[in-house]
């Protein structure tokens, strides 16, 4: 059955270029749901451009788009982490060659509440407030104020990234307030006076106040904005990934060139996330 | 004649079936969620695929899920603390082997990975190698730890609910039986004395203009869908409850508790002011011919009549409340800790589950886990109707 519908795509994708125009592309995008946004923004942007075109996106975490590149019901995996490499060898094994196109980045921020006097934390004080061995704002000179720590739920991909870069793999403290949404992190950091949370930098608002991060032992503390995201400066920024096999790389690459041409970018940057270039 | 006696049988047949098939529903629904739950037990809590390693003088055998993941957090730092040689504990992942050995060792496609996993783990005495099993060659010189599995004292009585920690998940669920009971209980403290006071009011002492406004009223209450409390006590309740108490953290156990009174109130309401409005007009009379006030009235021969209902009103409410997820997701801050005092965050049952499933890989460790926390939820509200079923008195 699986080698029906692989010889299936296959034919379609040697008879397509004959009888379609070249711009048009039908493709499905599963995975990421950090992705899922400007994934939408491109296929419609890219739909209304190129009529004919048909792409749909569907989200469900990152790993769950790996897995339907691996059963070929999707055409591209969108990814907020880089393919583990399990992930690349059962793929391997399946005899299927994988591209990794990165298409924008995420920078992470950490905030806390506006009227709280800290400013700048360092990746180990970091580490320490958010495992838990830090508990009070006056230990990384704040106010004598319990600190309250906002995360997001154990399985969204941003508080694996966050735990993996700036807890060092270490797990979050069980006393963790876990919230289902970066909205929700936002609305109760704005509200709790000790409170400190991670949200993407496209979040950032009045509301609540951005901290300077340090990854060299406080010699240097760096902005989270999209322009210190962009020069790789400030140092929590991820990649988010399209990944696709080889063999159906000339039906999309129409759609993948549009997302990493100027307009294409021009939509990243107007969705909050970074460029690449 | 014969056209009528059909269509009577047809009725009848109809009604059976509506409530067979109802009946199979609800058997269905329970069977399932047992036949998903079970098998969590003597699971492994280490991820399929995945292998403890460690070297072959290494005198450990095997680890608690407590233990490893004490390890990878790094509050254990040395062998002798888990009862072995005294030498620092030293943490291998694939990253490590990836970043000690050159592209070459590696190999293209990897095919060098598990020599180098064999020459690390080798020559380090003091390593523990978290991998995927594909990544230790057959002939490895060193010790494979035998891995936890998941055992009923682990999960009843465990105290930390850590579903997606690395290597050795968590599950302990008596933080998340024990903040879903603690909020339950409190919303129906608080529900239970005013939706009966309202509902005596309602039904004995309003006149009818009065109860024409406040029922319908209270009835639109059960309609405001729950997301819409739980914003409502997001941005209203949370605030008030911190200043009020001079708290630290406003999301609490006591937010999550007003929200469920409320949301319990008016089903409460209805269902005991049914209750009290079906005591029959002559023995309320005959209460008022033997000289009794309105008031004794009530007390003495209205509420005892109608104390099976407003059992029913209690049951019923504890049920809208126990299982409510998306107002108490919002406002209780999730925390999975044993709650102490109702000032401070907790994690319910139906929360956990609601902000989990949708990630959980399907038929996984966690995805068991979540079935099962569904499984003690139905056994939690089983019981409440049991035993208020056995204490209700018969009806006179």
Redesign the interface.
Known sequence: MKQAIWMFTLMAAFLAPSTVQAQKVVAKIKGSDTCLPLSQKFAEVYSQKNKGSGISVLGG?S?VGIEALLSSTTDIAQSSRKMK??E??KL?KAGKKVKEVIIAYDALAVVVHPANPVSKLTREQLEGIF?GKITNWKQVGGPD??I?VYSR????GTY?FFKEHVL????FA???????ATG?VV??VS?????IGYIGVAYIDKQVKAIDVSYDQGKTFVKPTIANAKSKKYPVTRPLYYYHVTTTERNIKPFMDFILSKEGQHIVQAEGYVPTF | MTIRKLSEKLAVGVLFSSSTVTTLAVLFIIFFLFRSGIGLFNDSSVEPHYTLVVHKNNPIDHLTSQALMAIFDGHTTNWSEVGGKDLPIELVTIDEIASQYDEAALGESLEGVPACVEDYMAHNEQAIGFFDATFVPADFSGKHLVLPKISLADFFLGRSWYPTAVPAAQFGVLPLVMGTLWVTFLAILIALPIGLIAAIYLSEIADERMRKVLKPVIELLAGIPSVVYGFFGLVVLVPFIQRLFGLPVGETALAGSLILAIMALPTIITIAEDAIRSTPVSLKEASLALGATHWQSIRLVILPYARSGIMAAFILGIGRAIGETMAVLMVTGNAAVMPSTFLEPVRTIPATIAAELGEAPFGGTHFKALFTLGIILFVITFLINTAVELIKPKKP
């Open positions: 975490g790993g490499l399990d690349k060898m391997q495992t104020m319990k309250i739920e154990t399985s969204s694996e060092n793999k270490k797990n069980p006393s963790a307030l876990l919230l289902a929700a609305q109760s509200q709790t006076k000790g409170a």
